[in-house]
């Protein structure tokens, strides 16, 4: 708990040498996140990086000055005195005294108030002045809602050690090169226009040609493990979202309605209940089951512009989605197979370095799982999961409260470049949408029976499963999904028609291939290419036509080999087919 302690701490005298600055200023919150911590402000100017280091520097003397950090129970009234000016701190008051949660303030020396429940340090002295660092600015709003003002962000990270600081220092600066979005400056796969609208991302050539092979990647070994696949619209009406329990538990998160002719529609958030109405299409027999439908479907979702990042949460994406109608008799079964297609998909592209969460209710939370009759039939699907976890072999841990709306789940877990944690994949037992879209199947006994669903989004968003994938590889990406697998160099234009009757040769083998031009020197094309992180440069000069054959560089190595065009070809096809 010490770091912790040490980090709000921080925070605390961040916000101490900010007010020093600015006298005027407005406190936002400034809570210990992973790694550091952060604070708010609403400020006359915006802020420099320059600024950081100026208070960095008033941090470090306020450490030195060994302020102690003392709390203090308040009444609502003695608040509102203390904080009169304060409209953010305010409005937390207002709502801390209607929730009936106790009010307390913490005390840094003579230099800072805030409104706070602790914990921290007991003196500025504990805090080592060479383990911390004031990161970067960046914008917020009060509390998210973009209708709230715009505030200014000060993060910092703070560490036991200038050691421990230092190291993740270096390691944030190399997982910054590896950033999707610092990639994609130069490899331009997607774009953002604000004409167009913030999160709603545009594939440009290569992009989409990456995102093309993932679709066709899934589509394929979808179809062979028994998937139909069907397309559903972008829009529905109000009724059917209320029927599927989005407009009681996703309503913020789905964009305003559209009405036409006097009807309400919703944005489609999720591709289920659509599924739901094409399950419903005519009676189902037993013998149909499972039936696993399956959609690369446009779905959007109102994120908040502070959290919007790159590919990574965007507010219109293609979802992988699936859903499986099953009964309680092959439940474990598919649950397994699902399994068993996410790990060959995930070693097919090379992704170790995740894990399984089992994502269970909390039924003492009445908000989102108030409205469970049937508890047992929970117990019974988190139990389902738990057996087909440990049925194939798969470590996990378990997480109350993380369970949908809906059902208990499985959600793969990983890490992203920056050490964040996030959901890259789900599969769910869904036992609350067959009543509310009376989903039947006809068993053996001529009796019709509920069907169970199992949400399934193996890759779950094809945009966060690119940036993971540009992001893990560092934008190397494997032979077979490079958007450019071949360009050609030909050393001058003399070499050019060689060079041309390579290209086409390449192509006709459906290899993507390009040939540069010849206008600027060789050694700044191949740095190009390289740069472009392009797996294979061919080089051609007179020798090569002489012999008939390629100067052959390979992506991350400075070693040039010479090579017969036939056996090249031959070697890449073989990559390509094994997805090496």
Known sequence: MKIENTRHSLSHLLA?????KFPDVKLGIGPVIENGFYYDFLLPRSLAPEDLKDFEKE???????KLSFTIKKITTAEAKKIFKDQPFKLELINEYTKEKRPLSIYKTGDVFIDLCAGGHVKNSGEINADSFKLTSIAGAYWRGDEKNPQLQRIYGVAFESKKELEEYLKMMEEAEQCDHRVLNDRLEFFMISEEVGKGLPLWLPKGYEILHKLEDYMYN?????????VLTPILAREDLYKKSGHLVHYKDDMYTPITIENKKYYLKPMNCPHHHEIYKHHKRSYRELPLRIAEFGNVHRFERSGVLSGLMRVRGFIQNDSHIYTNEKNLEKEIIAVLKLQKKVYDDFGIKDYWYRLSLPDFKNKEKFGDIKNKKIWQNGSNVLKRALKDTGQKFIEAIGEASFYGPKIDIQAKDIYGKEDTVATIQVDYYSSPRFNLFYTDTDGAEKHVVIIH?????????????????????????LA?????????????????????????????SAELAPTDETIGKRIREAELEKIPYILVVGDKEIKNNSVAVRTRGKNVISSQKLSDFLQKIQKEITNKE
Not at 59 to 65: A, G, M, T
């Open 456 to 480: 399934r989004a193996i890759m779950g968003s094809f945009e966060r499963f690119f940036a993971f994938l540009v992001e893990k590889t560092c934008g190397n990406l494997p032979l077979w």
């Open 16 to 20: 101490a040498v900010v007010l020093k």
């Open 221 to 229: 070994i979808e179809k062979r493990n028994g998937y139909f696949h």
């Open 59 to 65: 941090i470090k003397k306020l450490i030195s000055q």
């Open 483 to 511: 958007p450019v697998q071949v360009r050609i160099l030909a050393v001058s234009v003399k070499q050019k028609p060689y060079a041309e009757k390579l290209l086409t040769e390449l192509q006709e083998n459906n290899i």
